[in-house]
């Protein structure tokens, strides 16, 4: 029996490389951790494409997706993972809101409110962005955020309206994760 005590979501996004191959390895790196529970076959949204927001122009598309992850980490030590993740994949971080191979944004922790140098929580920005509420609201319509009191469904039908219908297009539906080949197998 699961004996993870945090229910986390995950936001995951790249715009380099083979996107698609790329979060497929994150969300089975996540998988494989001895702390989190993951299954990539129910705990995973469909993938989305978007334009990027914010830095540098002419930027190629990003492929996004959301993950529940059950976990007995803290938060701090669960970012620690995140950022680990990210290194063995390849990314490095530059410049702010710039091209990246993946990136891993820990977005809620059960209903947690933190704030610190290394962490905010909820994700501070999370509510603003499309291309995180639509993933996000396939796997967890319901889920409240603790600082707005709106759902993430509310949310994201609000990011919705604000946008008149946006760029974030479904390419791909809940099982992709499943059926892609992964990176280096």
């Keep these: 029996m699961d004996t993870h005590d945090h229910v986390a979501f995950l936001a995951l996004g790249s715009n380099q490389g ?3 191959r790329v979060l497929a390895a994150a969300i089975h790196a996540l998988a494989r951790e001895a702390n989190i529970t993951l299954d990539p076959a ?3 949204a469909s993938l989305y494409e978007s ?3 914010g830095g540098p122009p002419n930027q190629p598309r ?5 993950v529940r992850a059950r976990t007995d980490l803290s938060a701090s030590r669960l970012l620690e993972v995140l950022l680990r993740i990210e290194a063995q ?3 490095v971080r530059g410049q702010r809101w710039g091209p990246r191979i993946v990136d891993i944004d820990l977005l809620f922790v059960d209903d947690m409110v933190l704030e610190s140098q290394e962490l905010t929580l909820p994700h501070p920005r999370m509510h603003e962005r499309r291309f995180v509420l639509e993933p996000l609201a396939e796997i967890a319509p319901h889920v409240r955020h603790p600082g ?3 759902t993430v469904l509310q949310l994201a039908q609000q990011a919705r309206a604000e946008h008149e219908g946006g760029d974030v297009i479904r390419v791909a539906g809940p099982h992709w994760a499943t059926e ?3 990176v280096g197998a």
């Design 148 to 150: 707005l009191g709106l």
């Design 89 to 91: 994949l390849g990314r």
């Design 62 to 66: 990003f492929l996004n997706t959301a």
């Design 18 to 20: 083979d996107r698609a």
């Design 51 to 53: 334009a990027p927001v």
């Design 42 to 44: 129910q705990d995973v």
């Design 180 to 182: 892609t080949e992964l």
